[in-house]
Nanobody, 122 residues
Framework: QLQLVESGGGLVQPGGSLRLSCAAQHMNLDYYAIAWFRQAPGKEREGISCSDNSGSANYANSVKGRFTISRVQNTVYLQMNSLSPEDTAVYYC??????????????????WGQGTQVTVSS
């Protein structure tokens, strides 16, 4: 069945970097918009980055200039730099079958990864 498998989370010091990966199984990502969301304890799930089939990307203001979304074949990446404790959350990748511009609305996405914990702490 269609599946997204995430990896790359962990503990990092403030100012550090992490790269999250999301491997898509049994789907061709060329036909999907991709996105990353995160959810901190007690907070709503927040859309932070998305990319459509043309390669255009959107970023939430909270991560703009620090995070970069990309896709290589059937894997989605989120490169995270200059991390701060405010970035601590469970991070999720998501996809939707679409050729329209991507949006940072969680209700628009059909398939989700299991989530990976990112903790930024000294």
């Amino acid at each position: 069945q269609l599946q997204l498998v995430e990896s790359g989370g962990g503990l990092v010091q403030p100012g550090g970097s992490l790269r999250l990966s999301c491997a898509a199984q049994h789907m061709n990502l060329d036909y999907y918009a991709i996105a990353w969301f995160r959810q901190a304890p007690g907070k709503e799930r927040e859309g932070i980055s998305c990319s459509d089939n043309s390669g255009s990307a959107n970023y939430a203001n909270s991560v703009k200039g620090r995070f970069t979304i990309s896709r290589v074949q059937n894997t989605v990446y989120l490169q995270m730099n200059s991390l701060s404790p405010e970035d601590t959350a469970v991070y999720y990748c998501a996809v939707r079958y679409s050729f329209r511009p991507c949006v940072l609305d969680r209700w628009e996405y059909d398939y989700w990864g299991q989530g990976t914990q990112v903790t930024v702490s000294s």
